[in-house]
């Protein structure tokens, strides 16, 4: 079982918008600012999306967005497009004994 | 551009030992922290093992606590696990990852597949 709880799977259909959420604790989603989220395709390693809850790296399209509202952070996809289809996770800090935890992955499919 | 490429997966026997390794290039790897992120066939990703740019510091989870050891050779660009007393549930894609602001890792490698049976 995971330390972080996301939804198993999410679907939209092109053009819409879909949100993925990551339920943690106090201990790591609530307690820092430090939720990152991560895309990963099929056979392929993960691509970091968002990191300290909102920040984007260079190179990934504002269509992503991230938030955070106590232990839940949450991952946005406006207008979606079909080459988003993939595996998303988030993950967070979580002090000096446990470091770093994951949510279990979000498959996310577009219609 | 900035390459991680892992080495050293493969099969390996429960109990057994074995030294994975990342070459890294396209940045100045003794000035950043190195993960190693692993992910089980057909599950999420686990976070492993964390080592300081320095090498000074080094963190692991619970699950590999006392079994697996990172470690970094700045002089040669390269980071290592080195796994022991493996089991069935060490079996898992390998991924290094660079370190980024508070955690997050923005350069991954292709992993390298570690199984573990008899």
């Known amino acids: 079982q995971s330390a972080l709880t996301q939804p198993r799977s999410v679907s939209g259909s092109p053009g819409q918008s879909v949100a993925i959420s990551c339920t943690g604790t106090?201990?790591?989603?609530?307690?820092?600012?430090?939720v990152s989220w991560y895309q990963q395709h099929p056979g392929r390693a993960p691509k970091l999306m968002i990191y300290d809850v909102t920040k984007r790296p260079s190179g990934v399209p504002d269509r992503f967005s991230g938030s955070k509202s106590g232990n839940t952070a949450s991952l946005t996809i406006s207008g979606l497009q079909a080459e988003d289809e993939a595996d998303y996770y988030c993950c967070s800090y979580a002090g000096i004994y446990t470091f770093v935890v994951f949510g279990g992955g979000t498959k996310l499919t577009v219609l | 551009q900035v390459q991680l490429v892992e080495s050293g997966g493969g099969v390996v026997q429960p109990g057994g030992s074995l030294r994975l390794s990342c070459a890294a290039s396209g940045f100045t790897f003794s000035s950043y922290g190195m993960h190693w992120v692993r992910q089980a066939p057909g599950k999420g990703l686990e976070w492993v093992a964390f080592?300081?740019?320095?090498?000074?510091?080094?963190y692991y989870a619970d699950s590999v606590k006392g079994r697996f050891t990172i470690s970094r050779d700045n002089s040669k660009n390269t980071l290592y696990l080195q796994m022991s007393s493996l089991r069935a549930e060490d079996t898992a894609v390998y991924y290094c990852a660079k370190d980024f602001p508070h955690w997050a890792s923005d350069y991954w490698g292709q992993g390298t597949l570690v199984t573990v049976s008899s």
């Open positions: 080592i300081r740019y320095d090498g000074s510091n080094q």
């Open positions: 106090s201990s790591d989603v609530g307690g820092y600012n430090y």
